[in-house]
């Protein structure tokens, strides 16, 4: 049990399109979801946190009109990141929390963004 | 101060050896600690949670929690090269509502 998807795993896009990831939780519910950035050799960043029928919250520091966050169900959050630039170019992991065993945060396998 | 430390390492122990990666907080609110690993250009992976204080055993894996010295503790016992990973602490933070705070990780390195 416990799993999030991610679809998909890997894009390469031009600089200047919109990509747009999605979270999946597949055998739970997940009353919220949460957006994480990893660069290289870094620790994981909070971009926002997302919860099912309402506004996500940013991280201070996230531009939210570049990083569209959707959380249209309790199994489903997405994250566009819109006219992407190379330095947008990162590993990008989202995870869900489990709406009967709240205090557990389960990962998605990752997306990895290489924008050119 | 950092509300969730851990040493970065590397820690290298040899194969069969107890591996014990430890990790402060801040917050003396905090109720739930977690214990996550990750593979080089993977995500983390949860592998153990623990709230009470004590120890927790599970397999191989052991998370010991004080929290009158807000420090949590992970020890990996016969420590096999398919451990070598970052292994992070996550804790909630309660002036950061039911947010996970994540320390920056400590890598391990199991040498055969």
């Known amino acids: 049990g416990a799993v999030v998807s991610q679809h998909p795993s890997w894009v390469i896009c031009k600089s200047g399109t919109s990509v747009k990831i999605e979270c999946r939780s597949l055998?739970?519910?997940?009353?919220?979801m949460f957006w994480y950035r990893q660069f290289p050799k870094q620790s994981l960043m909070l971009m926002a946190t997302s919860n099912e029928g309402s506004k996500a919250t940013y991280e201070q520091g996230v531009e939210k009109d570049k990083f569209l966050i959707n959380h249209a169900s309790l199994t489903l959050s997405t994250l566009t990141v819109t006219s992407a630039h190379p330095e947008d170019s990162s590993f990008y992991i989202c995870s869900a929390r489990d709406r009967v065993f709240d205090n557990e945060q389960f990962f998605g396998p990752g997306t990895r963004l290489t924008v050119l | 101060q950092k509300e969730v430390e851990q040493n970065s390492g590397p820690l290298s122990v040899p194969e069969g050896a107890i591996a014990s990666l430890n990790c402060t907080y801040s917050d003396r609110g905090s109720q739930s600690f977690f214990w996550y690993r990750q593979y080089s250009g993977k995500s983390p992976e949860l592998i153990m949670s623990?709230?009470?204080?004590g120890d927790k055993e599970d397999g191989r894996f052991t998370a010991q929690l004080n929290k009158a010295s807000q420090y949590v503790s992970l020890l990996i016992r016969d420590s096999q090269p398919s451990d070598s990973a970052t292994y992070l602490c996550a804790v909630n933070i309660l002036e950061y509502g039911n947010k996970l705070v994540f320390g920056a990780g400590t890598i391990l390195r199991v040498k055969s």
């Open positions: 055998d739970f519910q997940a009353t919220t």
């Open positions: 623990i709230y009470s204080n």
